[in-house]
């Protein structure tokens, strides 16, 4: 049974917050709305949003021992 290391989940969890992160910046460069349920996510939430999954991206990719 294979499973997975702790630098593997680290790596792959780092490149999912980054993509995260990049996301919320594109979101704000090219100004897009996203909509839930009819309520419209204020930009405000994206920043907190860039500096919580960017923090969680260099964590990950940082403890993982890969840049």
């Known amino acids: 049974m294979n499973t997975l290391s702790q630098e593997t989940f680290l790596l792959v969890a780092g490149v999912i917050f980054l993509l995260v992160s990049i996301m919320h910046v594109l979101r704000l460069a090219f100004k897009w ?19 919580i999954s960017g923090f969680l991206a260099y964590a990950g990719l940082r403890l993982s021992g890969r840049h």
């Open 33 to 51: 709305h996203v909509t839930l349920d009819g309520w419209t996510l204020p930009k405000w939430v994206s920043w907190i949003a860039i500096f």
